[in-house]
């Protein structure tokens, strides 16, 4: 498996990941490189297998119907690099 | 019945499946401990879950899962025993976690329809595709700052049910009908208030238009429309905007769209063209869920009875029309209040007052029948005053808009007002003499033959004992007297 | 008395209990040294002011007769791990100056059992990489040197600056977390004991996510007694994390020294790889013949779905990680690169913000996720790894556990390390097909390489059962009385 410079610009924009074109290139060949490799999961014999969804055997938890969280709106946006009463800030979305 | 459209070059045909988002109701969000109540400080109601913050993990809240097998059984569904959680991967600011936990090839409920009543009385199944259960995202506003957007997370995490339809609606009206009914339904069930002012229930419609008879065309889907009025224009404006298109000899780009109220035309969404691939996979964090049948009948034991069912013993076991039946069921409360007051009574006598006077006077007043200044009991009574002769239906009208004036009791403004029907057949007969004395020339026509002038006797009696006197006593007495 | 940096975690606690020491003193002489060798970078921030704080607490608490597992314990913390109030990194730029308000599950249990906090180690950004080579911090060193040779040896990752902290004297132990390999591999690289348990024995909840089928966190110690207390206070069913088995935690310790006798171990014939080291093989055999002299069966067995196990996990981890990556977006924490373009806000800081590793392992799971190409990628790689998982319980028919080189070879240069990723990634040969199963493996130090640098031996055992492989482990170090330590430093 080869891949294009295109797909790779394709692909770090679906992951919102800023790259040069140098850098498409350079990707390109790494990557190829690796799905080349992992191409070899095409020789198992995989019919009537199952795909798996969990390596422990057991049910899934839940949780009561109770309020037991929030109240922290400060700690909420302590961390963040831009905030305003209470909200986080983004640069404007246009829609 | 479909509604179609004319075009320059034939007529077309409206295809309209429905995306419902309705939002669940639970004290707590679907996958962490803070609270789901509408309304509050920013950031306030946010668990470090909801916010995505580094090492954060779901853990569900099976009362969503149960309120969503309620919903599924009650839009006929099958609830399937295992079920999926996948991640929908997208970036935007109000989505935290960079993906929205959804259910995508494995949801709770697959299957199911929803009847709805058409303007001709008739009834038409809409087929529902599936119900999956997923977090809402929280809210961006836009218009605090000209340069920014403000992200408040407070509904990011809240559980919420999408209920897709089949494309199986051929008219915005019966898209209405659709999502009223399902309104209906989830309200009965109360698996979700469908407030859609607040947003508990939103609208993604997905319209394409055809030639009769031919292929379904390219379709686009209207995202988060929130009221029925609003949806019903966008599918029109959606639908003259395809045929247009296809008319000039276009073609149709799949797309979502926006609805602009002020401008009332869609628009092409470029943020949601862009993010179009969402790798959806099982999240990783959850485990499949899991549950048994025997939970499913539990729940379905529990089930309130619902709008269709109601509908059916209306028509079945209290002789109603489909009408009117129709029109008691809408409302939960409305239904409610209607067997309070049928209850013992006169089942089409108490379904023509609650729906002719006290939901007209409601209408009037802007209000429902839970801030009825009129209780059930109240209504109850003065059906009861109509049914004991103590007044005649006629006098009651008047009563009626009196007790919802002043909220007091029938039998006090009958008594107060002396409204009383005058049975004594003793004070009729004086008051027939009376008329018989004023009239002299038409009691001779009448006696003369002229049979119709019967009715304009009994009008004056009536007139002239404030229409207090008993009708029917009236007409027997009268027959007599004016034979002389 | 010994050197109060020398002390296993045992011995320590023999001494706090008596009352022959203090924790704030043993607390202070992990802090000078966790200071004078500051060389090594194996700690991204120290914390000795609140260590110090906890020590006298612990001290405080003992007076009044209370005393948890890890009473009174320094140890280092993995800088995956969210502590409250303490810089976490993740050994990545994106999470510049977040200071979590929260504190990990897995920590809030040490603490709990009485254990003091040195500070936050280092590691391969979002713990990927098996060098320490890929943390924004630059790399932890390996306190070990190869004889007659002056470079820089990797100590492993992704737990590296945790591996490094406990060979070097640092601490007495310390956490780290295990997707592919990397408790156990820099245990091996610096001739330590690194245990990771049974996916769902300890919680997920506040550990940075990496890939979150496979995550597990466990103890890296300088015995394997020291192991099997510390494991003691890290596990437990935590219903924050709905993958957290609901399962008491036996004590690890009891039993400790019953031996292997009556266990038949189970010795794969793929974990032969080529080009692996003649001094490998050696140990792996010399392993065997310790077990069986104590009287232990061992049996070849076969794992026939060995060699896909790399590669599976090369898309599954990538791929769970693209996702669990996509929260580093500059709006809530950490760093952002501002543009008044949403979009290039997002891009920049992702583009800023991640290093090379992360960013070839987002992309890559980005493409395998992508439409089209999910069935082909994703979803065969999660065939596979149910495959691999039954070759395992295939296994577990014959054996009681099963024994295996824990790296295909010692500590490489820091310097030039391999530059090939997948050269890279081949470091984890032995230690990955045990996440994608889920199970709990060991690596034990066991013997020297030619140039005097360490290797271990991996025991790897059934789901939930640490106990046997704990055991088995403790009969491997019993024999092969590994007492050497790192002259570099
Ligand atoms: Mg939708
Ligand atoms: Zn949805």
Known sequence: ?95 | MGITLEGATGTWEYVIGLEVHAQIISNSKLFSGASTEFGSEPNSQVSPVDAGMPGMLPVINLACIEQAVKTGLAINGEINLTSVFDRKNYFYPDLPQGYQISQFKQPVVTGGHIDIELEDGTQKRIGVERLHVEQDAGKSLHDQDPNASYVDLNRSGVGLMEIVSDPDMRSPEEAAAYVRKLRTIVRYAETCDGNMQEGSMRVDANVSVRKAGEEFGTRCEIKNLNSVRYMQRAIEFEAMRQIDVLEAGGKIDQQTRLFDVAKNETRSMRSKEEAHDYRYFPDPDLLPLRFEQAWVDEIAAGMPELPDAKMARFMKEFGLSAYDADVLVAEQENAHFYEHVAEGRDKKLAANWVISELFGQLNKAGKTVEDSPVSAEALGELIDLITDDTISGRIAKDVFADMFESGKAAGVIVEEKGLKQVTDTGAIEAVIDEVMAREPEKLAEYRGGKDKLFGFFIGQVMKASGGKANPKAVNELLKTKLQG | MTDLTDLSIAQARDLLAKGDLSSKELTQAQVTSMEGKRELNAFITETPDKALEMAEASDTRRAKGETGKLEGIPVAIKDLFCTKDVLTTAGSHILDGFRPFYESSVTTNMFREGAVMLGKTNLDEFAMGSGNLTSYYGGAINPWRAKGDNRNLVPGGSSGGSASAVAGRMALGATGTDTGGSIRQPAAFTGIVGLKPTYGRCSRWGIVAFASSLDQAGPMTRSVRDSAIMLGAMAGHDPKDSTSADIAVPDFEEGLNGGVKGLTIGIPKEYRVDGMPEEIETLWQQGIKWLEEQGARTVEISLPHTKYALPAYYIVAPAEASSNLARYDGVKFGLRVESDDLTEMYEKTRAEGFGAEVKRRVLIGTYVLSAGYYDAYYLQAQKVRTRIADDFKQAWQQVDAILTPATPSAAFSADDPPSDPLAMYLNDVFTVPVNLAGLPGISVPAGLTGDGLPMGLQVIGKAFDEATVLRIGQSLEDAAGFDARPEGY
């Open chain 1, 1 to 95: 498996m080869s891949l294009d410079k295109a797909t790779v610009a394709r692909i770090s924009r679906l992951a919102r990941i800023a790259t040069t074109e140098e850098e498409q290139e350079r990707l390109a060949g790494e990557l190829g490189g690796i799905l080349a490799w992992v191409e070899q999961l095409g020789e198992v014999d995989t019919d009537g297998v199952e795909p798996m969804t969990s390596v422990v055997e057991m049910l899934l938890k839940s949780r009561e119907d109770v309020v037991s969280d929030g109240g922290i709106a400060d700690d909420v946006v302590r961390n963040a690099p831009k905030s305003a009463h209470g909200f986080f800030v983004v640069p404007k979305v246009v829609e």
